[in-house]
């Protein structure tokens, strides 16, 4: 009856199956993946990170990126969050177990954030650490990376030309300095061809971060997919 009183007044519904009421219902919530598998893009680029996400950019998933992202639905960001700081765990177990674990977010450019009204992957990656803080693991974000030049829309490209048309688009915040005993981990929001996160954790390196691996809240091998634009 509440929800829907809610979507009544409000016009709400719920982006996995369309139940009137929240814009995610509890029954949705509750099917969404609790923990992270490694996801490698097929062919991976070189040096890649271990990669790790939640599950496949289908179904509830990709219903919950595009409805935060771009139709601003923001109460969205928590389970988002809850589902990426599940992801950063399991990868943290397997690769820094102990550590404290730092998300670095691949940046949006300001024209994107501006015309979307918000910055989605940032407000997603606080959600998830005050998740992971709140099950005892030590985490914060650091927004270490700025974009430096304008790249064209990957929405046709495949693996070969994503790499080449973000090559060198991500820097290092002059800012930034090494912190050793962290686990740094390059979150994103969908892995495509992997060339994204490849050039985030080129950026690091080049800075003298470590990057211990990628945490994604969805990924899919389709060449052509979108993928998260910077």
Same mark, same amino acid.
């Given at each position: 009856m509440w929800d829907a009183w809610r979507d009544l007044f409000l016009g709400s519904t719920c982006v996995g199956c369309g139940l009137p009421g929240s814009p995610l219902c509890r029954c949705c919530t509750a099917g969404l993946p609790d923990g992270g598998q490694l996801s490698w893009p097929s062919p991976p680029p070189d040096g890649l990170a271990p990669p790790m996400a939640a599950g496949a950019y289908d179904g509830t998933l990709k219903a919950l990126v595009n409805g935060h992202k771009e139709q601003q639905l923001f109460a969205l960001a928590r389970p988002l969050g809850h589902v990426l700081a599940t992801v950063v765990r399991d990868l943290r177990l397997e690769v820094a177990p102990g550590l404290p674990v *730092?998300? *670095?977010p691949v940046p949006s450019r300001p024209a994107v954030v501006r015309?979307? +009204?918000?910055d989605p992957l940032l407000? *997603?990656?606080r959600v998830a650490t005050a998740r992971l803080r709140s099950w005892g693991v030590p985490a914060s974000v650091r927004c270490l990376l700025a974009t430096r030049r304008v790249v064209r829309d990957q929405a046709t490209l495949n693996a070969e030309e994503r790499a080449s048309n973000l090559a060198n688009s991500l820097a290092c915040r002059a800012s930034a300095r090494p912190c050793p005993d962290d686990a740094l981990v390059v979150v994103d929001d969908v892995l495509t061809? +992997? /060339?994204? /996160?490849r050039e985030a954790q080129r950026a690091l390196e080049g800075a003298g971060f470590s990057v211990h691996g990628i945490a994604t809240v969805a990924a899919t091998r389709r060449h052509n997919a979108p993928e998260s634009c910077p």
């Open positions: *730092v998300l *670095v015309r979307r +009204g918000h407000r *997603v990656a061809t +992997g /060339a994204t /996160a």
